[in-house]
C-alpha cells in the first residue's frame, strides 16, 4: 500500500514546487498601477473603449518607416483618441524586435534614467514582455541607467500606453520600459547616444507625454502649438528655446509646457542633423475638447510620428568599360610623368564621356608585388571626375606619407586601382553597414577615418573590426570611438588594371 501510494504523491509535491517556482518567477512583474482610474480595469471593458478610440482616432496615413511615435498619457477620457491616432500611424503587422518606452517621472527625481529589468509588466489584456536581457546589457554597459524599481512603481506615463500596443499590433513583441529622472539636458544627451545605435526600422519608440499644463483653452492651443511646431524642426535647440520662451511669457496657470520635455529632447538628441528623419503631426487636441474638460484650466495633447525615409542605392551613376580605361590611363600617364618630369599631362575632354565630366569623389590606391604602395583620396565632389583622378594620381605616388615617394623605375610594377565614390550618407545605426558594399567614414570632432568598402572584403573583418580599426587607425579616436562619433556611409564603383 506505500508503495502503490508514492507516485501520486511525488507528483503532488512537483506540482507544489512547480507552483511555487512559477510564484518566485512572476513575483517581480510591474503590477498596474492605474487600472481602474486612468483606464477601464477590466478586460472587456478596457477592449470596449480602445475599440471606440481607434474608430474615432486619425485613420492611418500610410506613412512607410515609422520609428517612434509621441503619444498623451493622461486618462483615456481626455487623451485616449489621440493616443490612438498615434498608435493608428504604426504597421499593426510589423514584428518589432524591441519598442523602446521612455516616459519621464512623475513622482520621483533623480540622475540617468530606470530601465524596468526585474520582470515583465501586466495590464487588464495580459502580459507585456520586458526584454530584460538587454534592459540588463543597457544597464550594464551605460551607467546613466539604473534599475531601480521605485521609479516604476506609481508611475503612469509607460503603462497607460501599453493597451494601446497590446490592441493595435498583432504580433507578440517585447518592450524596453526607460523613466527619466533627470532634468538636465547633458544626460539627455547621454541617455541618446547609448540609445542611438537601436533607432531604426528593426525597433519602435515610444514617446510618453502630455504638452502644457493648465493654461486656458485658447492660451494652450498657442502654446501647445508652438511646441509642436518646435518638435518637428528635429532640433534640441529650438523646443529647448521655445518652452522657456513661452514659460516666461507669463501666462495664467501654465505649470509647464511639455511635462515629458526630458523623453522627447533625448529622441530628438537622436534625430537631429538627420535628414533621412521626418517628423509629420498627426493631430491635436486637449482636454477642454472632451465632454469631462473644462475650459479655463486644460491640458494639451499632441501625436506626432517619426520616420525614416526610404534607403536609396547610394550609386548615382554608372561607369562604362571605355571611362575604367579611360581613367585608368589619365591615372598612369600622370604619374609616368609627374614622377620622371614634375609634369602634369594635359586631357583632352572631348574624347571623354559626360560622365566623366561629372563632379565627383574618388581614391586611387598603388599595388606593387601585391603590397601597399599608396592610396589617398577625396569625398568632396568639387572638380570633374577625371581631374580628381589625376590629382589622387599625383597625390597617392607621392604624398602618402606612409611611404617613400614612387621613384621611376617602380613604375611599371605598379598596379593602380580607382575607387569612385557616391555621395556619403549618414546613418543612425550601425545595422545599415553593408559589408563589401559601403565604406564609412567617421568623423568625431576635428578627427575623421575612413575605410574604402573593398578593405572589409580584403581583411574579412567583422563589422565591429571594420569599425574598431578604422576609429584606431585612420581616425585615432581608440578602438570604441565610433559608438559616440558620427558614421557615415558611401559606395564605391572599383576597377583596376588587373580586371
Known amino acids: ?196 545605435p537601436y533607432l531604426n526600422t528593426k525597433n519602435l519608440f515610444v514617446i510618453s507625454t502630455d504638452f502644457s499644463h493648465y493654461p486656458s ?36 496657470n501654465l505649470a509647464t509646457c511639455l511635462c515629458g520635455w526630458t523623453s522627447v529632447l533625448t529622441l530628438l538628441y537622436m534625430t537631429e542633423d538627420n535628414t533621412d528623419f521626418t517628423f509629420t503631426h ?50 598612369r600617364s600622370t604619374i609616368e610623368n609627374y614622377v620622371k618630369n614634375n609634369t602634369k599631362p594635359e586631357i583632352d575632354e572631348k574624347n571623354l564621356s559626360s560622365t566623366l565630366k561629372k563632379n565627383c569623389g574618388a581614391f586611387v590606391t598603388l599595388n606593387k608585388n601585391g603590397n601597399l604602395r599608396g592610396c589617398i583620396g577625396r569625398f568632396d565632389a568639387s572638380e570633374p571626375l577625371y581631374k580628381v583622378v589625376q590629382e589622387m594620381a599625383i597625390a597617392s605616388s607621392t604624398q602618402d606619407s606612409r611611404f617613400l615617394p614612387v621613384n621611376s623605375n617602380e613604375i611599371p610594377e605598379l598596379k593602380i586601382e580607382i575607387s569612385v565614390l557616391t555621395p556619403m550618407r549618414r546613418i543612425s545605426s550601425v545595422d545599415e553597414i553593408e559589408l563589401g558594399k559601403h565604406g564609412i567614414y567617421i568623423r568625431k570632432g576635428s578627427r575623421s577615418g575612413t575605410f574604402l568598402p573593398q578593405v572589409a572584403t580584403e581583411t574579412g573583418w567583422t563589422k565591429e573590426e571594420f569599425l574598431g580599426h578604422c576609429a584606431q587607425e585612420k581616425a585615432g579616436i581608440g578602438w570604441n570611438g565610433w559608438k559616440d562619433a558620427e558614421l557615415y556611409i558611401y559606395e564605391a564603383l572599383v576597377f583596376s588594371e588587373e580586371k
Not at 515609422?66 to 493622461?74: C, E, K, L
Not at 516616459?103 to 540617468?112: C, P, R
Not at 511646441?227 to 511669457?249: C, F, G, H, V, W
Not at 493631430?283 to 486644460?298: A, H, I, L, M, P
Open 1 to 196: 500500500m506505500h508503495k502503490t501510494n508514492i507516485i501520486p504523491l511525488l507528483a503532488y509535491c512537483l506540482l507544489l514546487l512547480c507552483a511555487d517556482c512559477q510564484s518566485q518567477e512572476n513575483k517581480n512583474d510591474r503590477k498596474p498601477a492605474v487600472a481602474g482610474s486612468f483606464y477601464p480595469g477590466k478586460h472587456e471593458e478596457l477592449i470596449a473603449i480602445l475599440k471606440q478610440l481607434f474608430a474615432n482616432a486619425v485613420p492611418n496615413k500610410e506613412i512607410r518607416n515609422i520609428i517612434a511615435v509621441i503619444s498623451p498619457h493622461a486618462g483615456y477620457v481626455f487623451s485616449g483618441e489621440v493616443s490612438a491616432s498615434a498608435f493608428n500611424q504604426i504597421d499593426s503587422a510589423k514584428e518589432y524586435e524591441n519598442i523602446f518606452m521612455l516616459g519621464s517621472s512623475h513622482y520621483i527625481a533623480f540622475e540617468g534614467a530606470s530601465i524596468y529589468s526585474q520582470g515583465n509588466f501586466m495590464t487588464p489584456l495580459g502580459t507585456v514582455k520586458v526584454n530584460t536581457e538587454l534592459a540588463d546589457q543597457l544597464i550594464k554597459n551605460n551607467n546613466i541607467f539604473s534599475n531601480r524599481t521605485d521609479a516604476h512603481a506609481r508611475e503612469h506615463s509607460l503603462e497607460v500606453q501599453l493597451p494601446f500596443l497590446q490592441y493595435r499590433l498583432k504580433k507578440d513583441f517585447k518592450i524596453v520600459p526607460i523613466i527619466l529622472g533627470t532634468q538636465s539636458p547633458q544626460t539627455c544627451w547621454r541617455i541618446a547616444e547609448a540609445l542611438r
Open 217 to 252: 483653452y485658447a492660451d494652450a492651443k498657442n502654446i501647445d502649438k508652438a511646441t509642436a511646431d518646435a518638435i518637428l524642426t528635429n532640433s534640441p535647440e529650438n523646443l529647448i528655446r521655445s518652452m522657456a520662451s513661452y514659460e516666461q511669457k507669463g501666462f495664467a
Open 282 to 331: 498627426v493631430q491635436y487636441k486637449n482636454s477642454g475638447d472632451t465632454e469631462y474638460g473644462e475650459k479655463n484650466r486644460v491640458v494639451g495633447y499632441n501625436a506626432i510620428a517619426v520616420s525614416l525615409k526610404e534607403k536609396k542605392e547610394l550609386s548615382e551613376f554608372k561607369l562604362t568599360n571605355k571611362d575604367k580605361i579611360d581613367l585608368l590611363a589619365i591615372a
